[in-house]
């Protein structure tokens, strides 16, 4: 009988057997989280340790806070400039106007010299020439435009001062070949009224026949039936 059981507990047939630690598995689960925790600990020491020691997380604060007063300066540096550069433009576009401006007014103050010239020039004939002159022809003037116009200008002065109101007529002819004959053209319309106290400008335009060639323009007032002056100008 001892026989048969030992020779079963020394053969396959021997009944399976647990082996089962004494410590509850709750203690072991903590004691595992301990160690863990444990380890990790001692590695954060060691990595915080090794940047200590080689500097290398104080640099890069320090790089850190210089980057963030580069980036400051850089952005009060750029609204400066735009500042500049807005400022600019508006000084730019208030010039450019008033260099528009002032152009525009040169031009009408050359233009309004040009007419005084003209003008000074014409009332200086109306200097007279002697104080036995009742009525005169001063500036008498032609001009032919593209061969087919004539411009002409007149201005008749009484030179005494308070002199009485002048009626009369101004005729005024033309003189030179056509086709190369003599040729005379009086003023188209016929003479022209005159009516003034102390002097009065006439002008006017004059078409002129193809082959007409001016030579002489010739001015005359009358007063009624009577010749007050004559002028002539050649061409």
Known sequence: MRWKLLRRRLTITAPRMKVRSAM???LQWAAAAIVLGFCAAISLWAFELGKQLAGVDHGSREELVRLREDVVN???ERDRIQSILNTSGSAITVERAAQEKMASRVRLLETENRSLR???????????ASGAESVAIRGLQAEVLS???????????QPGKNAPEFRGKLELS???TLDGKPWMMPLPGGPQSLQFRQ????EGMV?????AVVKNVSARVVEGSV???VQNVSL
């Open 24 to 26: 509850p598995w709750p």
């Open 174 to 176: 033309l003189s030179g």
């Open 227 to 229: 010749s007050r002056a």
């Open 147 to 157: 061969g087919t116009q004539l411009k002409w200008q007149v201005l008749v002065i």
């Open 207 to 211: 078409d002129l026949p193809a082959q």
């Open 199 to 202: 002097y009065r400008r006439v």
């Open 74 to 76: 850089l952005r009060q």
């Open 118 to 128: 003209e003008d000074l020039g014409f009332f200086e004939k109306l200097m007279p």
